[in-house]
């Protein structure tokens, strides 16, 4: 896949006296690639629905402190005057409890549900930044550098891809926490913050192998164009021939691949903590809620719901969202 | 040929070594204290726990170590425990602690549960996925087509525990209208046995024919636009005859590479499917030996199913290879 043709415009920034007329001449049809793929997603009503749908998640983890303050509720205080001796909750939908509360312990449902939006999107967003980059770092050097190189890092990306990866995500809880002294002696806040970074840890391990693969294919037919064998003629560092020429041409399958991460990402962390091996109390998680909420979906199906429709919207959203960026990028479906 | 054969070979060999060395290293290298995670954090005396760092050898170098470890894959090894010797037989991935018993016992036990889902699973996606998919990309452009693509697109947004859980929770538990999910050896009684596997099948086939349908498609629609196929036209062959057998068979090629390594990662566990429905396999073994930090058996299952995707990797590679000649070159 090659978009556009920057080769034209690496000898202009070479002479700026031949700017002016080649830059003129260009303007009127001279739209880069990422902006007509731009404008072909903001006529795209799916991809513009599905871009507000996540945008309301973000202001709602974002604003969530705000949102519970308005509430006048937090997320930890128990309210185990509202529950039961059963456990079951006494009180549904009301003015102090937009959502209710969770049955046994009482926490209030609304702000349980909006802080549970935040790690869900922060451990996504983290990790594709994370995988991208060493991504598109990995598959740069491969495919550039070839020779040996190209030998081990192809061996490794084939290795990663091998691994099975929700059994190693499992694996790799205990062994963590068990280097951190195992889960008896952590505190609960201890033991929460290093499964999240565990997780963030596990998911770019095996997301960047993917980006790595397409990036090292796309480089090996770049690098023998003609702007490439400039460049290099020319002097240009390795590093700026990297960089500077080959990322650029780059932009759409690095933006394809982390859009379609993203939604991917928050699945596999709601339901490795509905598993047991993601978050862990005191964090609040949609997967955890869900495991917990089956055992009273019954009696109170709101609690249940309220994390299943959280991920299914959201995922939902990212997923579609990221089909049609790459229906966008992907010269392919140009009409 | 045998030199492609040979190649794919040797590299399949050092993925696994470097699997089993990387397991190892996780489990036994790393500052973790396997001794203190096998013996339990609550009641462990410090005679068993001297015992099993003894008994496993975890007072001896690593390479040793790893040398033991390796050898009793392939010749099998003893283990004590409180005085008595236990035989683990070759395949030994270890022993199991918690549950006094060899792990490569406790994988064996698990295995057809596992093997009995996939089966189901595989039935389903290459016959109602590749039929759908297939029926897509003859019918291409029409609304049929879109409405198809659109929902298969959907449904497979929707994360697949969700789908599971939700199907679990309703159709099977509140309005009881599929069987529960339940798990009874066919030897045993082969009724029972597809009673309790037919939710999970039905869950698991439904959910992954959506991918499997765009698959066959975008390969079908691709195929059926080739020079052979106009052909095969051209020699007045039926629609029936150039779909089914002309397009179909090279346009399934890619399809079934996928499912290679699908069925391949299916079998190192299930393991969303298997919590949901209570299915005692693979994937289970490993969440129930993580609740008692039962390393081992988690260390064997994982070895177990990186092999498995290996070999079917490799398979798939050598497969694709005899299909298509133009692969070796590459």
């Given at each position: 896949m090659s978009i556009g043709s920057p080769d034209s415009t690496v000898g202009v920034e070479e002479h700026p006296a031949s700017a002016e007329p080649v830059r003129g001449a260009a303007t009127p049809h001279g739209k880069s690639p990422s902006r007509i793929a731009f404008d072909r997603l903001r006529k795209d009503r799916v991809a513009v629905t599905c871009a507000s749908?996540?945008?309301?998640?973000?202001?709602?983890?974002?604003?969530?402190?705000?949102?519970?303050?308005?509430?006048?509720?937090?997320?930890?205080?128990?309210?185990?005057?509202?529950?039961?001796?059963?456990?079951?909750?006494?009180?549904?939908?009301?003015?102090?409890?937009?959502?209710?509360?969770?049955?046994?312990?009482?926490?209030?449902?609304?702000?349980?549900?909006?802080?549970?939006?935040?790690?869900?999107?922060?451990?996504?967003?983290?990790?594709?930044?994370?995988?991208?980059?060493i991504g598109v770092v990995m598959g740069l050097l491969a495919g550039f550098l070839g020779g040996w190189t190209d030998r081990v890092i192809s061996w490794l990306i084939d290795f990663v891809l091998s691994l099975p990866f929700l059994l190693f995500a499992i694996a790799l809880v205990p062994i963590v926490e068990s280097m951190r002294g195992g889960s008896f002696n952590l505190t609960p806040n201890e033991q929460a913050s290093i499964r999240f970074y565990v997780l963030i840890f596990v998911l770019s391990f095996f997301g960047w192998a993917g980006l790595a693969r397409i990036i090292r294919g796309e480089?090996?037919?770049?690098?023998?164009?003609?702007?490439?064998?400039?460049?290099?003629?020319?002097?240009?560092?390795?590093r700026q021939v990297l960089f500077k020429e080959l990322l650029p041409n780059l932009v759409a399958p690095i933006v394809i691949s982390a859009s379609l991460a993203v939604p991917a990402y928050v699945t596999a962390e709601a339901g490795l903590s509905f598993l047991g091996v993601g978050l862990v109390e005191p964090i609040p998680s949609w997967g955890q809620t869900i495991a917990v909420a089956t055992n009273w979906f019954k009696a109170d199906p709101l609690y249940l719901w309220l994390p299943v429709v959280g991920i299914t919207a959201l995922v939902l959203a990212l997923a579609l969202l990221g089909d049609a960026i790459r229906d966008a990028f992907d010269p392919k479906t140009r009409r | 040929m045998l030199y492609f054969v040979a190649?794919?070979?040797?590299?399949?060999?050092?993925?696994?070594?470097?699997?089993?060395?990387?397991?190892?290293?996780?489990?036994?290298v790393a500052p973790t204290d396997p001794a203190g995670a096998i013996c339990g954090e609550r009641n462990c005396t410090q005679q068993r726990y001297q015992e099993i760092r003894t008994n496993l050898h975890l007072d001896q170098p690593k390479v040793q170590q790893f040398a033991e470890y390796t050898a009793g894959i392939f010749t099998g090894r003893d283990f004590t425990t409180a005085g008595v010797t236990q035989h683990c037989a070759a395949p030994c991935l270890g022993f199991s602690f918690k549950n006094d018993r060899p792990v490569t016992d406790m994988i064996k036990t698990r295995f057809p549960v596992t093997l009995s889902l996939?089966?189901?699973?595989?039935?389903?996606?290459?016959?109602?996925?590749?039929?759908?998919?297939?029926?897509?990309?003859?019918?291409?452009?029409?609304?049929?087509?879109?409405?198809?693509?659109?929902?298969?697109?959907?449904?497979?947004?929707?994360?697949?525990?969700?789908?599971?859980?939700?199907?679990?929770?309703?159709?099977?538990?509140?309005?009881?209208?599929?069987?529960?999910?339940?798990?009874?050896?066919?030897?045993?009684?082969?009724?029972?046995?597809?009673?309790?596997?037919?939710?999970?099948?039905?869950?698991?086939?439904?959910?992954?024919?959506?991918?499997?349908?765009?698959?066959s498609?975008?390969?079908?629609?691709?195929?059926?636009?080739?020079?052979?196929?106009?052909?095969?036209?051209?020699?007045?062959?039926?629609?029936?005859?150039?779909?089914?057998?002309?397009?179909?068979?090279?346009?399934?090629?890619?399809?079934?590479?996928?499912?290679?390594?699908?069925?391949?990662?299916?079998?190192?566990?299930?393991?969303?499917?298997?919590?949901?429905?209570?299915?005692?396999?693979?994937?289970?073994?490993?969440?129930?030996?993580?609740?008692?930090?039962?390393?081992?058996?988690?260390?064997?299952?994982?070895?177990?199913?990186?092999v498995l995707i290996v070999v079917m990797n490799l398979l798939v590679d050598i497969g694709y290879s005899l299909i298509d000649p133009r692969v070796r070159l590459s």
């Open positions: 749908i996540v945008l309301f998640f973000i202001l709602l983890a974002v604003l969530a402190p705000l949102l519970t303050k308005l509430e006048g509720q937090d997320y930890s205080t128990f309210h185990t005057d509202l529950v039961d001796e059963f456990g079951y909750p006494t009180i549904g939908v009301n003015g102090s409890h937009w959502l209710g509360v969770e049955p046994k312990t009482g926490r209030d449902n609304f702000a349980r549900w909006v802080y549970g939006a935040r790690p869900s999107l922060i451990i996504a967003f983290l990790a594709t930044v994370v995988g991208t980059i480089v090996l037919s770049l690098r023998e164009r003609e702007f490439v064998l400039a460049a290099k003629a020319i002097g240009v560092p390795t | 190649r794919r070979l040797v590299s399949a060999l050092s993925v696994v070594l470097a699997t089993l060395i990387a397991t190892f290293a996780l489990f036994f996939v089966v189901g699973y595989a039935v389903l996606v290459l016959t109602i996925g590749v039929f759908v998919g297939s029926m897509a990309a003859k019918r291409r452009g029409t609304l049929g087509d879109r409405a198809l693509m659109t929902s298969t697109l959907v449904i497979s947004s929707v994360p697949y525990y969700i789908v599971a859980l939700m199907v679990a929770l309703y159709l099977t538990v509140l309005y009881p209208i599929l069987p529960r999910g339940e798990w009874t050896p066919p030897s045993e009684n082969p009724g029972k046995w597809i009673a309790g596997m037919l939710t999970p099948w039905l869950v698991l086939g439904i959910y992954n024919c959506t991918a499997y349908a765009r698959y498609r975008g390969s079908m629609v691709e195929t059926l636009s080739e020079d052979f196929i106009r052909t095969a036209r051209a020699k007045g062959l039926s629609d029936r005859v150039v779909t089914y057998k002309h397009a179909l068979r090279s346009g399934l090629i890619p399809v079934v590479t996928i499912f290679g390594l699908d069925v391949a990662s299916s079998l190192g566990g299930a393991i969303f499917t298997e919590r949901i429905f209570d299915l005692p396999g693979l994937g289970q073994l490993v969440l129930d030996s993580l609740n008692n930090y039962d390393l081992p058996v988690i260390m064997g299952t994982v070895l177990v199913a990186s």
